[in-house]
């Protein structure tokens, strides 16, 4: 699926990122921490979070993620968004909690990586 | 040898914000020099790691990268306050993070778990009231 379907899926609002929606994900991952991020090494994946800060652009920049869904109604500052931005990174909103916005793009075929250890 | 290329940069404490910079500048470099995605990715993530710990936990330092032929060396050298016992800080969900660390997405006891099984090599020495120093080793 690509990150449009990602975006209608959950009928998320697009921040920014809009020359990149064609492309395909392959993988999510749903967490707040980040180095449970850090601990999951999968090509093109999506990350859905609840943290809103400069480290989630950082985490998604070195696991070159290339989508961040903002979920339960979280919105980036300015700096978050630039920084995003500059590295490529489509982000999206979405007012949906975790466990729901997770069940909606799992619904449409979308996975996780395998079970941790 | 002519061909090792060698990155410094000061890593400082508390600052958050900031707190990665060190590690994205050192993933630009190595996308430029034409580094494999994956050994890329690698690198930065443990950098990452890293350098969260000594912005986290430490009274600052700094990181130097060498980008040799055959491999990448990470070493991450703080001032202080050192760790205890080395062992148990290296198991995976140990943590002395405080509340407010975990709040931004830190602090799961997972950073020296991620570091190791990144790179191929990780040796972690600390004296405590002198600092830590983290040798990490990728191999290209
Ligand atoms: N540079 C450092 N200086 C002092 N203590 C450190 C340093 N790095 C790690 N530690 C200690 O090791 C523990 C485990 O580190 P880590 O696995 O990265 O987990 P976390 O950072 O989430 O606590 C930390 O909670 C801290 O007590
Ligand atoms: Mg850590």
């Given amino acids: 699926m690509t990150i449009r379907d990602v975006m209608d899926a959950l009928g998320a609002r697009l921040i920014t990122g809009e020359e990149w929606l064609e492309r395909e994900v392959h993988v999510a991952c749903g967490s707040d921490m980040m180095s449970d991020v850090l601990a999951f090494l999968k090509d093109q994946s999506v990350l859905l979070t609840g943290l809103c800060n400069p480290q989630v652009i950082r985490t998604a920049e070195m696991m070159d993620i290339i989508c961040i869904v903002f979920v339960r109604g979280k919105y980036p500052d300015e700096t978050i968004i630039e920084m995003a931005k500059e590295r490529g990174i489509v982000l999206l909103a979405s007012g949906h909690r975790m466990f729901s916005a997770c069940g909606k793009l799992y619904e449409k075929g979308l996975r996780g990586g395998a079970p941790y250890r | 040898m002519s061909d090792v290329v060698t990155l410094r940069y000061d890593v ?43 912005v986290i936990h430490s009274l600052g330092g700094y990181a130097e990268i060498s980008i040799y032929p055959n491999e990448i060396t990470i070493l991450l050298v703080d001032n202080g306050p050192g760790i205890d016992n080395v062992e148990q800080a290296m198991s995976a969900g140990f943590t002395t993070a405080p509340d407010d660390i975990r709040e931004l997405g830190f602090g799961a006891g997972m950073g020296f778990p991620n570091m190791k099984k990144y790179t191929d090599e990780m040796i972690v020495e600390s004296q405590p009231g002198i600092g830590t120093r983290v040798m990490m080793k990728v191999n290209i």
């Fill in chain 2, 12 to 54: 400082i404490p508390g600052d958050f914000i900031k707190a990665g910079e060190a590690s994205s500048d050192v993933k630009k470099k190595l996308m430029d020099i034409g580094i494999s995605p994956d050994v890329i990715r690698k690198t930065a993530i443990a950098m990452y790691e890293g350098e969260i710990n000594m």
